[in-house]
């Protein structure tokens, strides 16, 4: 019997872009920004405690929203918990994008705002970032014009290490009178940055968080957006019953609640982002410093061209938190081996780089599980004490 499956164009027509995620436990892993010393010892002794009837309940979201919520500074009804931080960016494709309607991005930047518009049958609209790895302010001020449903803006950017500050982010604000704005903050404890404090203000902001960076959890996918609560109300009908599972929930909570142990693998990173910079100098490379970010550069490519989205796993060295395998990178004959046939620019041995609502009674009816009950209190709201931001 012949069958045909009703296939969606846009997934026939998408340029397939697949991450080599197997076999990565040994190698340097510097292209997926992963933490590389590890996460709280905290995290395994609260999954440890994790009984067999707790395994067999669908999770509850209300008790890990609100301290979660703590850490962000926010009330629960700002915060949507996410299946990890792609999942967070998901979400607004859900919820405001239309087939054959646009998204805006600036180019190079996280490649999972093109993977989703591809699948989501969205038009992409793209700026590039300068020469110096400098925002395209003024073209995305004019782009905006044009009434793009989603910009997405990684903030920092992966992989440029560009950071957007008031100024800049209020004058995208008043821009985007249509259009969702996405600042993906996946590594906003190394930036220091957080546009959170602007959400109550601007219901077209969503910030998009994750805990697989900085906590060390990207086994567990959870991540977070942040909104003021009647935007976040609209994502959250568009959200399943479970998205998030309950062991990524009880990790996360313990992460949190280990700042010391964040804020060193933070302060590692800082300390090693100048060294591997001058490093990076010593082999001819050429290198973008970014305000209070990361170290960006490029490998394997000609020196004044960035490498497009589908090559950042070749050509793309961000140092944000690589410091630990950095270092043992340094001492790790192995690796530089490992590294030949990787495409990479040869390097000198011993030095080599892995490039890379509150519900009114009628909603709740309505309410989905995810959904924050009436019940919420909003004294547990600690705003913007988080000393990692
Ligand atoms: C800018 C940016 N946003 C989001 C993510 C996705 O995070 P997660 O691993 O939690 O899906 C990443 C991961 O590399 C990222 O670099």
Not at 56 to 80: D, K, S
Not at 192 to 201: E, H, V
Not at 262 to 291: D, I, P, S
Not at 378 to 389: D, E
Request: charged residues 25%; proline residues 7%.
């Amino acid at each position: 019997m012949k069958v045909h499956l009703p296939v969606r164009k846009a997934i026939l027509n998408r340029r397939t872009y697949e991450a080599p995620a197997e076999g990565r436990s040994d190698k340097l892993r510097l292209d997926f920004n992963e933490n590389t010393t590890g996460c709280s010892p905290a995290v395994r002794r609260a999954l440890a405690k994790l009984t067999t009837k707790q395994l067999a309940m669908y999770p509850e979201y209300q008790g890990p929203t609100r301290r979660i919520a703590r850490y962000f500074g926010v009330h629960p009804e700002e915060l949507l918990l996410t299946n990890g931080g792609d999942d967070a960016l998901r979400v607004f494709f859900d919820t405001f994008v239309e087939p054959g309607t646009s998204i805006l991005i600036c180019e190079p930047t996280f490649p999972m705002y093109r993977y989703y518009a591809e699948i989501y049958d969205a038009r992409i609209s793209v700026l590039r970032y300068g020469s110096e790895m400098e925002f395209p302010l003024e073209g995305v001020i004019a782009a905006l014009r044009k009434k793009p449903r989603v910009l997405f803006i990684a903030n920092p950017n992966n992989p440029t290490g560009t950071l957007l500050q008031g100024e800049e982010l209020r004058r995208i604000l008043k821009a985007a009178t249509h259009t969702a704005v996405v600042v993906d903050e996946a590594y906003a404890e190394f930036s220091r940055f957080t546009a959170i404090p602007s959400i109550r203000k601007n219901s077209q902001l969503f910030v998009a968080r994750t805990f697989s960076k900085v906590a060390g959890l990207a086994a567990l996918r959870l991540g977070a957006v942040v909104a003021c609560e009647e935007s976040l109300a609209l994502v959250r009908r568009a959200m399943p019953p479970f998205p998030v599972n309950l062991a990524a929930l009880v990790a996360t909570e313990a992460a949190v609640a280990d700042r010391p142990t964040m804020q060193a693998y933070v302060n590692g990173v800082k300390k090693l982002r100048a060294w591997f910079a001058a490093e990076l100098v010593k082999l001819n490379v050429k290198t973008f410093r970014a305000k209070r970010s990361g170290t960006y550069s490029e490998a394997g490519k000609p020196r004044n061209s960035a490498p497009r989205p589908e090559q950042r796993h070749r050509a793309r060295i961000c140092a944000h938190h690589h410091w630990n395998a950095i270092r043992n990178a340094a001492v790790a004959e192995n690796n530089s081996k490992r590294m030949e046939g990787s495409g990479l620019n040869p390097a000198p041995k011993r030095t080599h780089y892995a490039t890379q609502s509150q519900d009114s009674s009628q909603d709740q009816r309505n309410r989905h599980p995810a959904e924050p009950a009436s019940g919420w209190t909003r004294k547990g709201a600690h705003r913007h004490r988080n000393p990692l931001l």
